[in-house]
T-cell receptor, first 111, second 114 residues
Framework: RKEVEQDPGPFNVPEGATVAFNCTYSNSASQSFFWYRQDCRKEPKLLMSVYSSGNEDGRFTAQLNRASQYISLLIRDSKLSDSATYLCVVTTSNTGNQFYFGTGTSLTVIP | DTGVSQNPRHKITKRGQNVTFRCDPISEHNRLYWYRQTLGQGPEFLTYFQNEAQLEKSRLLSDRFSAERPKGSFSTLEIQRTEQGDSAMYLC????????????FGPGTRLTVT
């Protein structure tokens, strides 16, 4: 079983729409959680960390449900520039020795 | 450019040959990671260095793969006796101390094994 599982999509949404991605992880001992963004043919970049209390950064909201072992990312008021692949990332320690990436969820925002 | 750099950017090799890739992390970053990414997949962890010490190695990594970071600065990843299944993008990332989660990735080395 994979450490991290995501629906690969693709998600095609109109500008201004709200879209949500979920991700599940298999190791209940996982400690830290993140969302990375990867544009086509580019390297991944950190989008945001995910905290148990949930966190928000502008139009982006990330939440963690430890009991159900899933992580979510909500994007409000989608922009064309949000088109990318969103990668769910989990580490099994607080020291970041090993990162597990999901397969990524592809988002295309349509004009 | 003060970001992570990787060389070469592309490598085409014949099956059975050895290849070596280089990664130069951001200068003050003590942590360095190697990943492999294939089409439609997320990066797959290969190995991790803190300074010059290799602290983690994926159990999926065969003995044909070896990595070094001799002076805690640049790192090399060598693949011996390449196989067609080794064809992938090899990504290097670095991060700093308490901000380990913010990994800065290089542009990658695309390996094609024919």
């Amino acid at each position: 079983r994979k450490e991290v599982e995501q629906d690969p999509g693709p998600f095609n949404v109109p500008e201004g729409a709200t879209v949500a991605f979920n991700c599940t992880y298999s190791n209940s001992a996982s400690q830290s959680f993140f969302w990375y963004r990867q544009d086509c043919r580019k390297e991944p970049k950190l989008l945001m960390s995910v905290y148990s209390s949930g966190n928000e950064d502008g139009r982006f909201t990330a939440q963690l449900n430890r009991a159900s072992q899933y992580i979510s990312l909500l994007i409000r008021d989608s922009k064309l520039s949000d088109s990318a692949t969103y990668l769910c990332v989990v580490t099994t320690s607080n020291t970041g020795n090993q990162f597990y990436f999901g397969t990524g969820t592809s988002l295309t925002v349509i004009p | 450019d003060t970001g992570v750099s990787q060389n070469p950017r592309h490598k085409i090799t014949k099956r059975g040959q050895n290849v070596t890739f280089r990664c130069d992390p951001i200068s003050e970053h003590n942590r360095l990671y190697w990943y492999r990414q294939t089409l439609g997949q997320g990066p797959e962890f290969l190995t991790y260095f803190q300074n010059e010490a290799q602290l983690e190695k994926s159990r999926l990594l065969s003995d044909r793969f070896s990595a070094e970071r001799p002076k805690g600065s640049f790192s090399t990843l060598e693949i011996q006796r390449t196989e067609q299944g080794d064809s992938a993008m090899y990504l290097c990332a670095s991060s700093l101390g308490a901000h380990f989660y913010e990994q800065y990735f290089g542009p990658g080395t695309r390996l094609t094994v024919t």
